[in-house]
Nanobody, 119 residues
Framework: QVRLVESGGGLVQAGGSLRLSCTAS????????LGWYRQAPGKQRELVAVIPSISKIGSIDYAEFAEGRFTISRDDTKNNVYLQMNDLQPDDTAVYYC??????????WGKGTLVTVSS
């Protein structure tokens, strides 16, 4: 079983930056894809970015709103995935969830970390 724990959320002013981290534990060798989703108040959960295992590193996907502002990366030696967020705007306010998909296509979610961007 895989478990995910996020950290790094908080309050930031518009134009500022935050770096989210997520640490995986448990059966980490079963993990294929890692990523981040977010859910704003009153809205559905949406993809932010996903990054596949190193063998498919060229297939990183970003949501349109994240392109050019957010960067996803992973460090498999530490079982971590990161999301560097720059030029944050109030519309980026949401709970950010760490996501993992195993090679058997099991999906796992963290509990989320709140990002609040003030104007």
């Amino acid at each position: 079983q895989v478990r995910l724990v996020e950290s790094g959320g908080g309050l930031v002013q518009a134009g500022g930056s935050l770096r989210l981290s997520c640490t995986a534990s448990g059966n980490v060798f079963s993990i294929d894809v890692l990523g981040w989703y977010r859910q704003a108040p009153g809205k559905q959960r949406e993809l932010v970015a996903v990054i596949p295992s190193i063998s498919k590193i060229g297939s990183i996907d970003y949501a349109e709103f994240a392109e050019g502002r957010f960067t996803i990366s992973r460090d498999d030696t530490k079982n971590n995935v990161y999301l560097q967020m720059n030029d944050l705007q109030p519309d980026d306010t949401a709970v950010y969830y760490c996501y993992a998909r195993t090679y058997t296509r099991l999906e796992v979610w963290g509990k989320g970390t709140l990002v609040t961007v003030s104007s």
